[in-house]
Nanobody, 124 residues
């Protein structure tokens, strides 16, 4: 049973930074793709970033390129989303997700496991 446990959300002023963590357990993740999605009130779930566990290949949605960085620590079975230069439009519930194959995709329904979500609020 794969489990994903998120941490690191909170309230931050515009221009600030936050780091989200997602601790994964339940199996080896060498062939997995790990992703971050977000959902703001009244909006659909949106792809943010993804990384392949073995190769470390990354993908980002255009609105976060240059500001967000996805990474993973194989020793800790944890992956991260470092968010810098945050904007009010980044406000959302952020979810980590795992897909039991590669390559990375941006489609939320191709991911097999999900974290519980963590609120990120960026104030003006």
């Amino acid at each position: 049973q794969v489990q994903l446990v998120e941490s690191g959300g909170g309230l931050v002023q515009a221009g600030g930074s936050l780091r989200l963590s997602c601790a994964a357990s339940g199996r080896a993740f060498r062939s997995y793709t790990m992703g971050w999605f977000r959902q703001a009130p009244g909006r659909e779930r949106e792809f943010v970033a993804a990384i392949t566990w073995s190769a470390g290949s990354t993908d980002y949605t255009d609105s976060v390129k240059g500001r967000f960085t996805i990474s993973r620590d194989s020793a800790k079975n944890t992956f991260y989303l470092q968010m810098n230069s945050l904007k009010p439009e980044d406000t959302a519930v952020y979810y980590c997700a795992a897909r039991a194959s590669s390559p990375a995709t941006r489609l939320w329904y191709t991911y097999d496991y999900w974290g519980q979500g963590t609120q990120v609020t960026v104030s003006t």
